[in-house]
């Protein structure tokens, strides 16, 4: 596990981009698992200027997105479909019948999943999947106590969460409180991993994910186990790691002998 500790989340969702714009231009083909939520928007925005002002370009990369609430209808303001059209999809020149989200509208929830997984499956697998992390340790909306082999399925949301997303929702609107998610044996699979932690309401669950026991409580730990796995973070999520010292001087290191 990589471990960047950046100064503002400014710097680390430019890191971010930075990082994605490298994979693409390596691999123009490549299939990106995406998030939603506060954590990536800079990133989005960065990447968005990028493709604007440079050569970037989209236009053969397919994309899975972690989750979807369910009951919400596909172009509902606060369904994930919307929001990433809204903050990405429409201001780039991907194709954006390549563009996958896990939804549902017949209730047959368990066939709805399971193509979802034959789809990844059929584009060959993701090959660098995106992530925030939530402040009681979800990574999707994979749970505390959620399995660590498990696969894309309907999870009920924690009241926590419900609480944390609530702003996002009016007060006339019916806020869901289950949804789809990509399960984190699911996540685990993607050939590369880049996980975004942001503000001090973070640290703890940043602590836990880094330096923590491997366990379902904090679902993030699991990518203690991936291979691949970047973990960028900002001076303020970073703040209560017992080893921060040495991360950013095993940073330092890297940038000397790579230069």
């Known amino acids: 596990m990589r471990v960047v500790i950046l100064p503002s989340e400014a710097d ?9 714009e490298d994979y693409i231009c390596e691999k123009q083909d490549a299939v990106l698992g995406l998030a939603t939520g506060s954590s990536v928007l800079l990133t989005y925005e960065t990447l968005i200027k990028k493709h604007q002002e440079s050569t970037l370009s989209f236009q053969n990369i397919t994309t899975f997105n972690l989750d979807e609430y369910v009951g919400l209808k596909r172009y509902h303001t606060q369904s994930y479909r919307y ?17 996958y989200i896990p939804e549902c509208f ?52 924690t009241k926590s969460t419900i609480a944390n997303n609530s702003r996002f929702f009016k007060d006339s609107e019916v806020q869901p409180s289950i949804a789809i998610t990509m399960g984190i044996g699911t996540i685990m699979e993607a050939q590369n991993i880049l996980l975004l932690g942001l503000g001090k309401h973070k640290s703890k669950a940043v602590a836990d994910l880094v330096e923590g026991p491997l366990s379902s409580f904090c679902p993030g730990s699991v990518l203690q186990n991936h291979e691949n796995a970047v973990i960028v973070l900002d001076q303020e999520a970073a703040s209560e790691l017992k080893l921060y010292d040495y991360y950013v001087h095993t940073e330092k290191m890297k940038l000397k002998y790579m230069c």
């Open 83 to 99: 929001y990433m059209k809204q903050k990405l999809f429409n201001h780039i020149d991907i194709d954006q019948k390549n563009t």
């Open 12 to 20: 680390a969702s430019n890191f971010a981009a930075g990082f994605i």
């Open 106 to 157: 017949n209730d047959d929830y368990q066939l709805s999943c399971n193509n979802y997984e034959t789809s990844i499956k059929s584009c060959g697998g993701i090959d660098l999947q995106l992530l925030g992390i939530g402040s009681n340790g979800h990574i999707g909306f994979n749970e505390p106590t959620s399995s660590l082999s498990s696969r894309t399925r309907v999870k009920t949301l």
